[in-house]
Each structure stands twice: as C-alpha cells, then as structure tokens.
C-alpha cells in the first residue's frame, strides 16, 4: 500500500538536515484502543523513517570526513610548494651575483605574488579559510631634507627625521647619493682599457707586454664607482651618473688638465680615491644659517625654535667651506715619471724633478689617468712600508725600549697629580674626573636636556635616541650655578672664577709622601711593614636601556624594566589609521572624532617601532621576550670621583690616623655632617678647643654647654660665644673658622700637610716636638681640670650639705615642691633647650616658643626660689640661690650626657658646617 520512502525522500543542498528522532503522537486514546491495526502501520512507517534519517546522517559525516582530508591534502601541499619557492628564492640569491640585492628581493617578491591561493591584505585564521581584510599599508614617498643644499634624500618620514636630529647638512659630502653595491671593474694603468674580469685582464696584459707601457710589474685598478664631472658625487653605476647629470644639467667638466675643451662623461673612480675622496669631505666644516637673518643654527632644535618665532618666512641653507670638486683637484695629476715610480701634482714638479734627475715624464691630460696613477702610487707606497718588516721591528724595538725607559723614570721620580684641595691620583684623567665630579660639572645633551656624568654616557645616550651622529653634540652644564657653556674651556674657567676648593689640579714629585706619613706619628713598632697597594672596592650598578636610569641592585633594574608604566612610549595604534598614542583614552578619544566612534584598538610598541598586535596579551609577550630584561651591569668605583685613584695605604692600624676624615672626604653635604661633629668632638674631648662666652668670659669644652649657658643666663642672644684654639690661643668667631684654622695650620693627617705651605720641612723637622708639647699641654690641662673641679665638687656638696641641714625642719615642703617643679622645668628643657641648634623667630617660630616657654618656666622657678628663702631664713638667701642654680647647672649637664646628645649637637653645627 505505501510506496517505498526513498523515492519520496529528495536532497536540495549539502546543508545538515535535522531529522526525526521522535514521534508525536497525535491520536486520541479511543482511537487506538478502537483500531489496533492501523497503529501498527504507523508505527512500522516511523521506524522506516527513523532507519532513512540515520543513513542519511552517516552518509553526510562520511562526506564531511572526506571533504577535511581533501582540504589537509590540499594544505600541506601548499607548505611544501611554499618551502620549495623559498629555497629556490635563496638559492637564486646566493648564485645571482650580477643584479643588486634590491632586485634579487624584488624578483622573490613577485614569483611569490604570482602563486595561487593567500593573497597580501589577507589573514588566515585557521578555519574554514575564512579571510579578514587586514589594515592597509602605509607606503611612503621619498622625503628630501628641507635643507638647502643639502641634497639628502630618504625612503621615509622616519629616516628623515632621524637626519634632522643628527644635523648632518654638509653639502661636501659625495656619498649621498651612493645606492646599492659597488661595481667591480678591472682597469689597465697603462691604456684605461675596463675589463670585467681579472682573467681578461690578465690576457690583455699579456697581448700587450710589446707595446709601449705595459710591463710586468705594473698592477690593475679597481674601479668602484663612477663620479659627475660637474659636481663630483660618487655613485655605483653609470647610469645612475647619467640620469644625475641629465636631471642637474652637469654638461661642464669642472677639472680639466688641458686647455682644450673635454667631454663630459662619467669619470670612474679608483678604490683608493674613493676612500681617500670620502675622508677629505669629512674634514670639511659646514655651517647651516638662515637665509633671512643670516643667523648660525648650531642644532635641529634650536633651528626649529628660530623659524617658529623669529623668521617665519625664512628657511635654512647649508654651506661648506669647500667643495667636492676641490677635494677632488688634490688627486689631480698632471704626470709621472717613466723611470721611477713618482707622480706630479704641478707641472711645476714634473719640470724640476726631469732637469734634476734626467727622467723621462709622461704628460696625463685625461683625469681617469691622473686618478689611476694617483691610486697606483699611494697602494705602491703603501705595499713598500708593509714589506719592511726590519725596519718596522727595529722601530718598534726602539719604542719599546724608550717607552719602557719613560717609565722606569716615572716610577723612580713618582710623579702625582694634586687637587687644590689635597688629594692626590696617579693619572691625570682621574684627576681630571674628580675636579668635575667636586664641582658639579655634568655633560648636557643639546637634544633634549639629559644630564650624564660622562662624555661616554652622553655618548651612548646620542647613539641610542638621536639617531647615532654628532654624538659630541652636548654641552657641558654646572650644576651648582645653573650655567651651561659649548666648550670645556669655558666651564673650567667659569669654575675658576665662581668656585672654590677643587679650581685646579698640579703635576709634581711624590716621593716623599709615604715616609712623611710614617713618621708623621710616633709608631710603637721598630720597622714599618712593606707598603702596598690597595684598590678600591669596585659596587655594581645596573643601567636600563631604555632610560638609561642607573640602579644599586639587579633586583631593582629587573623590577623597573619589567614594569611597563616605567617608560614612556607609544602602546597604542588606531587600527583606521596609522596614528600611534600613549593612551588608550587618547586613542579612543581619537577614534570618536575622526572615525564617527568607530573603536579600533590595536597594540603597538613604541620602544623598537615594532609592528601591530591585534591582543594585549601578543603585546605583552613581545615586552617581556624583548624589553623586560634590557640592561646591563656597570662596575663603578666607590669613590667620589667616579674613577678611584690609586691610593697607597700602610698595613699597620695608622690609616686612620694618618687621613683626615673631613677633609680627606668628597661626600655629599648630607653625609658630612656627621663627619664635621664628630671631628670637632674628639677636637674638644683632646682639648684643643673652647667655647668662651663674651658676655660673662665662662668657659666650656662642648658646644651643647655652651648654648644652654646663653639661653638661660643671657636669654639666647645669638652667637655671643668665641671659639679658643688651645694650641695656639687664637680666638675664632665660628665654629667653621676654627675648624678651618685647625686643619691649615694645626692638623697632621693628609691631606692637611699637603695644602699647607712649607709643609716637607714642617713634617721633617718640627712634627715630633709639636706632639710632645702638646701631649705634656695635654696632660697638665687635663691634671688641672681634674683637680679643680674636684675642689669645686667639693666646695659646692659642703656648702649644699649645710644649708641643707639649717632648713630641713622648715624647708621639707618647700623642697618637695620645687623639685617637682625643678623637675618638670627640666625635662621641658631637655626637650627644647638640649637641642644645640640656633633657632631664630623669623625662621623657626615654633621651636622659638618652645625655648621662650622653657626661659620663663626657669625664671618662675627661680623667683619661687628666692620668695621660700625669704620666708624661712633672712641671712642665706643668696647662697641658698646660688646652690639651686649650680644644682640647676649639674642636672642640665647630667641631662646633656644622654644618647641623644649626638643627634642634637649635629642639628646644632648644621648651619655652622654649611657656611664652612
């Protein structure tokens, strides 16, 4: 009854079906239960479904599995046809030797355009051979440099402004229009005849040895290039040279050698003319000038800055003080000799030279002959000095010899370089470094204002982010005045007339320096161990390359390299257009008025100029594979002056004796001060120094003393105290000026003795005498001090004692309640008065408060004093206040003796060692 389903079944298109897997059904139950056997039909009729669909399904993954071979089959052979064209294209390369490289890439290019299949401006993503368009590509056209008479041409805009911020605008220059490679050409000296190969020439030598000038001994020229008869530029080909003469209108040859009239043809150019044409033209000086003021520009920068204010209109023109053509007349010859192998600039020397020597000369009209000759005499000559290999080990012998002559007498006379300020260095350029270093002379570049410490840091700096040239264009900045001058001359002589300390250094002998600084101080020992040479301890300091940041560890460089927010540079490109951004804000705020809101991020690493990634993630691996980990490690001497001379030390325990700490130091301010308190500490606690006071003539042997003396019995008024050499009893105003004068005149340890005058005969004769008076000063000053404040101690506890004992039935609470208040007068004064630093109401307004509360707090105290001793006893009021107030005098000095006093008595000297 039913016909077969198959014929009822009809397949449209290879889409996937969806077929029946369940049956609906859709029959009441009375009409089952009513007709059994048409149920059973039905039910037959599914299941004959069901069986088509599942055929149907398994014919169709059968056609996908085929269709997925086909399509691997097809694409690995596609790989394999692409690696095959690849090695043809590099063995084509490597045989090919007669076309330039920009050919042989261009003709690999198009065999590859050629191919079916992926197309350029296509990306494929790895299923279904779905194709993208990609972004187009940006072609640039030739960019010329804006300069008049420079003449520069690059492929684009990037190498053009590289060119400008080199500002290399020599118009003498033959190489600009140099491209592609040289050609190689054998040249006959005797006919000019060209051959391609050294062969032909060799058989055109030997066909032509019976004709006048071809001999044997005579060698080929190798012919390079060719140059414009009018303006002399060099270039690889000679149609090249063609078209440039036919573009310029260069018809004219400018060196002619005869009066006659020549033709104006491309003259080829010799090897060694060509080196020696390009290095006259790089000694040439140019100059680059505006053509409106006349006004020098000396850099891009600041000739961009003259043309945006001043001369709007104007433009610049290079020019050089000589041209090609000049440089080229310098290998001009007009003749050689037959006989010998000489060449004559000037018809001048050809004529002297055929009278005195009887030769025969050959006239050269030609100036492809003069340049062959002139080529063959220079390589001549030069062959001549490399075969004497007597001569030159004779020479080099005798150098040696002088040479080591010159330092067996150097060693002998120990010849040194001083500073003005005493420290000496072994070699001039450490010498040299340390002046700079001392007076804050730094190397600034002239681009974009860096400051280095070294010329080959400024160096590397104009090599990595100016383009590579010109890298002395810096210029050389004093930190200290904020002065900036072109050369080193001038600088120098600005340190000289505004600085003081480090204005100079001297050359002189040496030889005496390490037996003075023995015998400066007595040695227990009987015999001095040998002296040798200590160099100092070289620190590791790392040096990213992007910023050329200097860093103590390779755990901070990694850390500040690895970071991207640590640079500056471009992450951002617009996927519309070729803009780049810093910002992704930028970027977006970009796309939303140039391209109608339309948001195209891609990633772009502005660091290498690298090119597009689609993610963050791609751009972020490209970071971490490339710039992560771009520094390197810089060994650098812990002295001051960045190149650590030489210093010769004892083995004995004497190097600290025998070096001053602050003025043997070239720390920074910051550190030392620490240095000057704890010389003008052990000065007092050797008492070779006192605080006097001009008001009442008291006496004190530390600075802390003393100020709290002036603040409590002379209400603080300023620096009224003088400063007492006890070496000499000479009073001082300052504590800077008695530390000056102590170190010129009084102090023994280096480099003290070298700056002052007379200082071998001082340390030869009088330096022993001088420490036995002052040891016996010393100790005598140190027995009377001993024992007159013993007897003072004394005098004062009895007199207290006594008084003590009249009022202690009347004055018990009196007492409790002064020492309460005493007490709390005290450690205001601790907190305020202990603190030696000069404190000034105009500057300091809290601190003076606190040193006014302290005063009157004493005086209350003070006053209540004298109103209890009136109260209780008539007779002994002034010596109970005298008792009190020395009582008074003793806790402040028990006080000042704490921990703190170190840290207070540096804030104290702050100003003091500022001024010094």
Known sequence: MFEDPEDDVQFVSEAPLRPVLECIDLLSDGDDEDDLPAANTIEQQVDRQRAHAVSTLDRLAQQVAVEKQERAEKRKAFKEKMISLQAQGRRELSVSHDNSASGDAKRCVDIWLKMPGLQPGSIYS???????????AVRFSPQSC??????RVYDNIPLLQGHLKRFDHSPCDPTI????????????????????????WKQHMQSKLSSDGHRRSQMYQMIVGFACPSCYFLFNSKDECC?????????RQVISLTEEKASAV????????????????????????????????????????????????????ATADQTVADMMKKMAVVGHCISCPEVFLSLDQMQEHKERMKHDVENITLLERALLHYSNHCETRTNQKRASNEDHSAKRKRAEDSDSQVKRERKHSNVAWFCECGLRFVEENHAKRHQQAANQIFHKCAVCGKLTGES?????????????????NFLFYCRKCKVEMPRMEDIMAHVSASHQGHNYYEEREDSGSVIDQISAKPSTSKECEPIRSVSPKKTESWLCRMCEDLFDSEKLVRKHCGDLSSHSFQRFACGHCPQKFFKDSTLRRHCANEHNGDVALRYFCGLCDSMLFDTENEFQVHYDNLHSQDYYRLETSTNHSQNAPEVIVNNSNTSDSQTCLCMGSKKSREERKPVYTNCMKQLAAENKCRYRCRNCAKSAQSYAEMKTHILLKHKGNGKSFDVVCMICSQSHKDVPSFHAHHHIHHCQAEPCTYSRPDAEEKRASGVNDAEEKRASGVINAEEKRASGVINAEEKRVSS????????????MN??????????????????????????????????????????ASGVLDVKKETTVSQDDGEGDDAKFDEDMKQAVALSLKEARKTADLRTELEEALRRSLEEF
């Open 146 to 151: 804006p300069v008049i008479n420079c003449g």
């Open 814 to 855: 009196a007492e409790e309640k002064r020492a309460s208040s005493v007490m709390n007068a005290e450690e205001k004064r601790a907190s305020s008065v202990i603190n030696a630093e000069e404190i000034f109401p105009q500057s300091n307004v809290e601190e003076a408060e606190d040193v006014n509360n302290a005063i």
């Open 243 to 251: 078209k440039h003469m036919n573009a310029r209108k260069h018809n």
């Open 266 to 317: 491309p003259v080829p150019v010799p090897r060694f003319a060509k080196q020696r044409l390009i290095a006259l033209c790089k000694d040439i000086g140019f100059s680059v000038r505006c053509t409106v003021c006349s006004q020098r520009l000396n850099s891009h920068m600041e000739a961009t800055a003259h043309f945006n204010v001043h001369c709007r209109d104007g433009c610049a023109i």
């Open 177 to 200: 229009t140099l491209k592609g490679t040289a050609p190689s050409i054998y040249a006959c000296l005797a006919c000019g005849e060209h051959f391609c190969s050294q062969e032909t």
């Open 126 to 136: 790895g299923s279904l051979w779905k194709r993208r368009s990609a972004p187009p």
């Open 456 to 472: 080959s840091i400024a160096r590397l700096h104009m090599s990595r982010f100016h383009g590579g040239a010109h890298l002395s």
């Open 800 to 811: 207290v004692m006594n008084a003590e004992e009249k009022r202690a039935s009347s004055v």
